[in-house]
T-cell receptor, first 115, second 114 residues
Framework: DAGVIQSPRHEVTEMGQEVTLRCKPI?????LFWYRQTMMRGLELLIY????????DSGMPEDRFSAKMPNASFSTLKIQPSEPRDSAVYFC?????????????FGPGTRLTVL | DQQVKQNSPSLSVQEGRISILNCDYT??????FLWYKKYPAEGPTFLIS?????DKNEDGRFTVFLNKSAKHLSLHIVPSQPGDSAVYFC?????????????FGQGTTLQVKP
């Protein structure tokens, strides 16, 4: 299995621009998680989906952030407009069922830099 | 408010010695705890976990200890190897209370010197 795939691996953009991060979970996994990693706060859960339905989006920082999962094999995290404080590494993870205590499999991350 | 805290940003140990990474939590509803390991430019990978019904879980060189009364857990690596150099995250969740998500700490960077 290829594991969780994220694209792009690196994104550099200017403040105010729209940014779209993409994730392909492991086939057969029905839970998908978006995290943000910063030095100060470590790994923060932004949102998670179960069977393509958003279950908990309480970690989404602002209305500028939105996430979708149109099907079982694809999810996007969009930031519009982006700001310098959004600079971080964004991870996508998937797990086999809807209990998040199960092992989560992480993608390699997207390093976002907003200038 | 950080519900899971790793107060040591970094730790350096000599190869062959013991590495002890610590983690504290505040939410008494947490009943399942995990450690993840992260190498540069890669995503975190699951290392070991422990349920609150246990106070110790061992897997090879890795042992996790849980002290529920102190709301504290620790990861012991014995003996430490240079390949163990990575960032270690502890995470917690509440299965019985159905909080439904992992809460991660800030991470501790471990350096094992040859």
């Amino acid at each position: 299995d290829a594991g969780v795939i994220q694209s792009p691996r690196h994104e550099v953009t200017e403040m105010g621009q729209e940014v779209t991060l993409r994730c392909k979970p492991i086939s057969g996994h029905n839970s998908l998680f978006w995290y943000r990693q910063t030095m100060m706060r470590g790994l923060e859960l932004l949102i998670y989906f179960n069977n393509n339905v958003p279950i908990d989006d309480s970690g989404m920082p602002e209305d500028r952030f939105s996430a979708k999962m149109p099907n079982a094999s694809f999810s996007t995290l969009k930031i519009q407009p982006s700001e310098p404080r959004d600079s971080a590494v964004y991870f996508c993870a998937s797990s086999p069922n809807d209990d998040s205590y199960n092992e989560q499999f992480f993608g390699p991350g997207t390093r976002l830099t907003v200038l | 408010d950080q519900q899971v805290k790793q107060n040591s940003p970094s730790l350096s140990v000599q190869e062959g010695r013991i590495s002890i990474l610590n983690c504290d939590y505040t939410n008494s509803m947490f009943d399942y705890f995990l450690w993840y390991k992260k190498y540069p430019a890669e995503g975190p990978t699951f290392l070991i976990s422990i349920s609150s019904i246990k106070d110790k879980n061992e897997d090879g060189r890795f042992t996790v200890f849980l002290n529920k009364s102190a709301k504290h857990l620790s990861l012991h690596i014995v003996p430490s190897q240079p390949g163990d150099s990575a960032v270690y995250f502890c995470a917690a969740t509440g299965r019985t209370s159905n909080t439904g998500k992992l809460i991660f700490g800030q991470g501790t960077t471990l350096q094992v010197k040859p």
